[in-house]
């Protein structure tokens, strides 16, 4: 039995905050790499609150050992990864008393359907489940009402039913329930619930306390989103997710104008039908003052639109913008912008852009405008502000960008938070990148991300010579028709003393410039290296 080390191990677990443990705990104590999984049967684990190994890739046996580990006594979490043996595992968390104190339970893409959810649970009349996460199983509308008929999960209040063969059924089984009325978050996303579905949720008059709602890919188009946008109930609302859906321009309307729900702080709008007359309905927001992350990929977005969101003035909490994939160009800002970039001197033209493009955005951290059509304009226009002090990833890849904007992004000294910059596929020359080897600013920088542009000898030299990236972790500079000159300049660097990853394939790299970059000797962390496709 492994438990000769019982009390240095519940030493560990006391220093622990909130007494959890995942799988790199387990790998550290000797299991699941280098034992056999089913030594975590005997494994010491008296004091374990929550055990988290959602990410771990265990063996059926490894599991059910687990679950029979008699020291599990205090246990108010359980997420187990995926497997094909979901009844068994209910099975034992049924016959097993030590499972009372159990809160939260997550057994995701288990093979478990109605009848077992119905079987395992009259079992455990003394359990009281808070948190239940039964997403991709087949339950179906069947499990649905289950669910709700069961005792021992009388008192949910989080509830994930994702890709579960869900129908509008099951929906009405769900608003009728009125036991529930304490439901802060539920996941029903991936369930063709459709407009009558989301109809029937929209009059649910019960959740009171409703915080999260997850309806991606629910088949959900404009008259389901108008409704569910009518509702007042859910004035506690924090989360909303209505990606991959039909929703369009009346919808939005009703999601923006209704002004009802006030407390949002992450709204995902992504994979939608919203056309550049939405996304100007969206920018003119005045109620989302708590707003902390948008998510509006993949839409239909243009210059207008785009131009409406960049100057909200509400949004002064954002931290996460996304408007990757849609079809911004050069003017992503208002007519008026554009002339000061035109008319004014360089020296002037910083300090009236930085004023204009989301100057009120303070806390912003990640914008990602990749695969749009966005040009130098644009660009200058990004690499000139002077707001955004919190940034600390940038993706602006798969656009049309050149020199001078490429040039305007590394002049940027303000961005002293930058950890990721992505600017692959683009149209940069070496000549753009010269700033980027003076720039002192971005002293976090782990990764950097220039593929796919022209770079050259020229480019990769600049990039050799910067000594400030001392926390770079990953550079790319694949198709960049780089030689001998440029990959000898980055052998010679001795400032990436955290370097993990070098991808210079795809380019005219000979035995020279491999040489030096195989000779580096500062590169003590570098774990990958790709000279070739």
């Known amino acids: 039995m492994k438990d000769e080390r019982k009390n240095e191990f519940i030493e560990i677990f006391k220093r622990r905050d909130g007494l959890k443990l995942n799988g790199d705990d387990l790998r550290h104590e000797g299991f699941l790499d280098e034992s056999d999984d089913r030594d975590l049967q005997f494994m010491w684990m008296a004091y374990i609150q929550s055990l988290d190994l959602s990410q771990e890739k265990i063996s059926d046996e490894g599991i059910m050992a687990l679950l029979e580990n008699v020291s599990l006594m205090h246990v108010e979490e359980l997420i187990l990864p995926e497997n094909e043996i979901g009844s068994e595992l209910l099975d034992i968390i049924a016959k097993n008393n030590k499972w009372e104190k159990l809160k939260k339970l997550s057994i995701a893409n288990s093979t478990i359907n109605a009848e077992l959810i119905v079987q395992a649970f009259s079992k455990m009349p003394k359990l009281k489940l808070e948190?239940?996460?039964?997403?991709?199983?087949?339950?179906?509308?069947?499990?649905?009402?289950?669910?709700?008929?069961?005792?021992?999960?009388?008192?949910?209040n989080k509830l994930s039913l994702q890709n579960s063969n869900i129908s509008c059924k099951g929906i009405i089984a769900l608003v009728n329930d009125r036991k529930r009325s304490d439901l802060k978050v539920l996941n029903l996303s991936e369930n063709n619930i459709g407009e009558e579905g989301a109809h029937h949720l929209a009059c649910h008059r019960y959740w009171e306390m409703l915080k999260e709602l997850y309806l991606s890919n629910c088949s959900i188009g404009h008259e389901g989103g108008i409704k569910l946008a009518s509702n007042d109930t859910w004035a506690c609302?924090?989360?909303?997710?209505?990606?991959?859906?039909?929703?369009?321009?009346?919808?939005?309307?009703?999601?923006?104008?209704?002004?009802?729900?006030?407390?949002?702080e992450i709204v995902n709008l992504s994979n939608n039908k919203i056309t550049d007359e939405g996304g100007r309905v969206i920018g003119r927001n005045k109620s989302w003052s708590y707003l902390r992350e948008l998510y509006l990929a993949n839409n239909q977005i243009e210059d207008n639109g785009a131009g409406s969101i960049e100057v909200n003035e509400t949004w002064t909490k954002i931290d996460i913008l996304c408007l990757k994939k849609n079809r911004i160009k050069q003017n992503a800002f208002p007519q008026a912008l554009k002339r000061i970039?035109?008319?004014?001197?360089?020296?002037?033209?910083?300090?009236?852009?930085?004023?204009?493009?989301?100057?009120?955005?303070?806390?912003?951290?990640?914008?990602?405008?990749?695969?749009?059509?966005?040009?130098?304009?644009?660009?200058?226009?990004?690499?000139?502000?002077?707001?955004?002090?919190?940034?600390?990833?940038?993706?602006?890849?798969?656009?049309?960008?050149?020199?001078?904007?490429a040039l305007a992004i590394g002049y940027n000294d303000s961005w002293k938070t930058l950890k990721k910059l992505n600017l692959e596929k683009n149209k940069i020359t070496g000549v753009g990148i010269s700033s980027f080897g003076k720039n002192e600013t971005w002293i976090c920088l782990e990764e950097l991300v220039l593929s796919q542009n022209s770079i050259s000898d020229e480019g990769a030299e600049y990039i050799g010579n910067n000594a400030n990236w001392i926390n770079l972790k990953i550079l790319s500079l694949h198709s960049n028709d780089i030689g001998d000159l440029g990959s000898i300049a980055i052998g010679r660097n001795t400032s990436w003393i955290n370097l993990e990853e070098l991808n210079l394939s795809s380019n005219k790299i000979g035995d020279a410039g491999s040489k030096m970059i195989g000779s580096n000797t500062t590169w003590r962390k570098l774990k990958k290296t790709l000279f070739k496709e």
């Open 237 to 264: 609302l924090r989360v909303l997710d209505l990606s991959g859906n039909e929703i369009g321009i009346k919808s939005v309307t009703a999601l923006v104008e209704y002004d009802t729900w006030r407390k949002l």
């Open 131 to 156: 948190e239940l996460n039964l997403s991709k199983n087949n339950i179906g509308d069947p499990g649905v009402e289950l669910i709700l008929g069961n005792k021992a999960l009388s008192i949910l």
């Open 341 to 405: 970039i035109r008319d004014t001197s360089p020296q002037s033209k910083f300090i009236k852009i930085c004023y204009n493009i989301g100057r009120c955005w303070q806390n912003v951290k990640k914008l990602d405008l990749s695969m749009n059509e966005i040009v130098d304009e644009t660009a200058i226009a990004i690499g000139s502000n002077a707001s955004w002090k919190n940034l600390e990833v940038l993706d602006l890849s798969h656009n049309f960008i050149g020199d001078k904007g």
